[in-house]
């Protein structure tokens, strides 16, 4: 019997990626109006690079590669491409199709839900009100509640515990296979894979179901409960 369901939110809930691109893209394109001498394509690129190299989430992005290139920051281009950024990810934060109609059949059939993120808690909370999610979910657990990523097992005990399930009695909906998925299965929390947000050119995510759309869980959650 599934009982609850634990969701990551980037490119599970929310397009973030799409998010991010058009929120540098922006970002550069600020930064040149302000006086930036490099091609837009090239800073696009560096940014992305320290990004893979040191976290999505990195606040001081910006900060980083300014001072790479120049050797110093030029606050008015920094000022720029905060602002250009700021704007452009408030235009771009979208949920996927169906997020908002699959949550709400959930919450009517009792199905208690939480997340689990590996960003920190002040962002995470940012995209949850952000998105109008913040009335779905019970427990929201972030890297900063526990101090290790997924795929440890710490997050999920403890969303498990705040949702006070057995891991038999919640499914795990991420697009991380090597994080989500995998940490998840370790400890028999069942397994929907996001594959409408794969990001990674992932072949085989090694779930126990693949969505190509999130509304496809509420027929996964049906056909568990009816066994």
């Known amino acids: 019997m599934i009982k609850?369901?634990?969701f990551d939110i980037d490119n599970t809930l929310m397009d973030f990626m799409r998010m991010k691109?058009?929120?540098?893209?922006a970002a550069v394109d600020a930064m040149i109006d302000a006086g930036l001498t490099i091609a837009k394509d090239k800073m696009v690129e560096k940014i992305f690079k320290i990004y893979w190299e040191e976290g999505i989430e990195d606040q001081n992005i910006f900060d980083k590669v300014l001072t790479s290139e120049f050797g110093q920051i030029d606050y008015k281009i920094l000022a720029a491409g905060i602002i250009g950024y700021k704007r452009a990810k408030q235009g771009h934060m979208t949920l996927y199709p169906h997020v908002k109609l699959t949550l709400t059949e959930l919450l009517k059939g009792g199905v208690k839900m939480g997340v689990v993120s590996d960003a920190p808690r002040l962002p995470v909370w940012l995209r949850i009100v952000g998105l109008g999610l913040h009335h779905y979910f019970e427990h929201v657990v972030t890297l900063d509640d526990t101090g290790?990523?997924?795929p440890s097992p710490k997050p999920f005990n403890k969303i498990l515990k705040l949702l006070k399930v057995k891991p038999g009695e919640a499914v795990m909906v991420g697009d991380w296979a090597e994080r989500d998925i995998k940490g998840a299965k370790n400890l028999g929390i069942r397994t929907a894979w996001a594959k409408y947000g794969n990001?990674?050119?992932t072949?085989?995510?090694?779930?126990d179901y693949e969505l190509d759309d999130i509304y496809g869980l509420l027929a996964v959650i049906k056909g568990i409960n009816e066994k």
């Open 4 to 6: 609850a369901v634990i």
């Open 21 to 25: 691109r058009a929120s540098v893209d």
């Open 148 to 150: 290790e990523k997924k």
């Open 199 to 201: 990001e990674f050119d």
């Open 203 to 207: 072949k085989i995510s090694g779930a």
